[in-house]
C-alpha cells in the first residue's frame, strides 16, 4: 500500500512563514500529481497548491505570491513554503497523491494532516 505523511505544522505570527513536508511512501510506480489542500472549521476543504513531476504547479488565488510549492521527484516529496501567513490561512493542511503503485494500479492518497495556525 501507500502512505502519505505530512510534517512541519505549528503555531505562527501573522507574517511568519512555515515550510510543510510530505512523503509519499510505498511501492509507487508513477506520481502524476502532489498537492496541498487545507481546511478551516466549518468550511470545505480547498485547493492550495499542486505539483507535477515535470513542474507544472497551481495555486489558489489567495496564496499566489506568498506560497511557493516544490518536490522532489526521486523522493517522492513535496514541500509547500508558506511566507507572510495571514490568520485566515489557519487550517489543517493535508497533502494529496494522485499516483500509480503496484500491483492494483491508480490510486488517490492522503494524509492525516498537519495543523497551521496564525496568530493575529
Known amino acids: 500500500q501507500v502512505q502519505v505523511a505530512e510534517s512541519g505544522g505549528g503555531l505562527v505570527q501573522a507574517g511568519g512563514s512555515l515550510r510543510l513536508s510530505c512523503v509519499a511512501s510505498?511501492?509507487?510506480?508513477?506520481?502524476?500529481?502532489m498537492g496541498w489542500y487545507r481546511q478551516a472549521p466549518g468550511k470545505q476543504r480547498e485547493l492550495v497548491a499542486t505539483?507535477?513531476?515535470?513542474?507544472?504547479?497551481d495555486y489558489a488565488d489567495s496564496v499566489k505570491g506568498r506560497f511557493t510549492i516544490s518536490g522532489d521527484n526521486a523522493k517522492n516529496t513535496v514541500y509547500l513554503q508558506m511566507n507572510s501567513l495571514k490568520p485566515e490561512d489557519t487550517a489543517v493542511y493535508y497533502c494529496?497523491?494522485?499516483?500509480?503503485?503496484?500491483?492494483?494500479?491508480?490510486?488517490?492518497?492522503w494524509g492525516q494532516g498537519t495543523q497551521v495556525t496564525v496568530s493575529s
Open positions: 494529496n497523491a494522485d499516483l500509480r503503485f503496484l500491483p492494483n494500479g491508480p490510486g488517490e492518497f
Open positions: 505539483l507535477t513531476p515535470n513542474g507544472n504547479t
Open positions: 510505498g511501492v509507487i510506480d508513477s506520481i502524476q500529481v
